[in-house]
């Protein structure tokens, strides 16, 4: 069973930048598709981005060209730089498999950002 610890999160200013890791443990996740999503106040969970084992990504469009995915397989980690950030992108992000069936959830780590 793996588990999945976030971290990196904070409240910051409008146009700031936070950079979030995400540590796995009990197994390894070379090989898999890892993805950050994110969960805002009172709505459903939502994809932010992925990654392949290969490192192509993808991003949604609203944080194309703010946002970066990236993993360092040696570490059992992925990372999520964001940058320009905006009050919208307030919410508790997490990370995941991007394949089904999804791992277990860690506690995500909170983003605020302040306009």
């Known amino acids: 069973q793996v588990q999945l610890m976030e971290s990196g999160g904070g409240l910051v200013p409008a146009g700031g930048s936070l950079r979030l890791t995400c540590a796995a443990a009990g197994r390894t996740i070379s090989i898999n598709v890892m993805a950050w999503y994110r969960q805002a106040p009172g709505k459903e969970r939502e994809l932010v981005a992925t990654?392949?084992?290969?490192?192509?990504?993808y991003f949604v469009d609203s944080v194309k060209g703010r946002f970066t995915i990236s993993r360092d397989n040696a570490k059992n980690t992925v990372y999520l730089q964001m940058n320009s950030l905006k009050p919208e992108d307030t919410a508790v992000y997490y990370c995941?498999?991007?394949?089904?069936?999804?791992w277990g959830w860690g506690q995500g780590t909170r983003v605020t950002v302040s306009s």
């Open positions: 990654i392949t084992s290969s490192g192509s990504t």
């Open positions: 995941n498999t991007f394949s089904l069936p999804l």
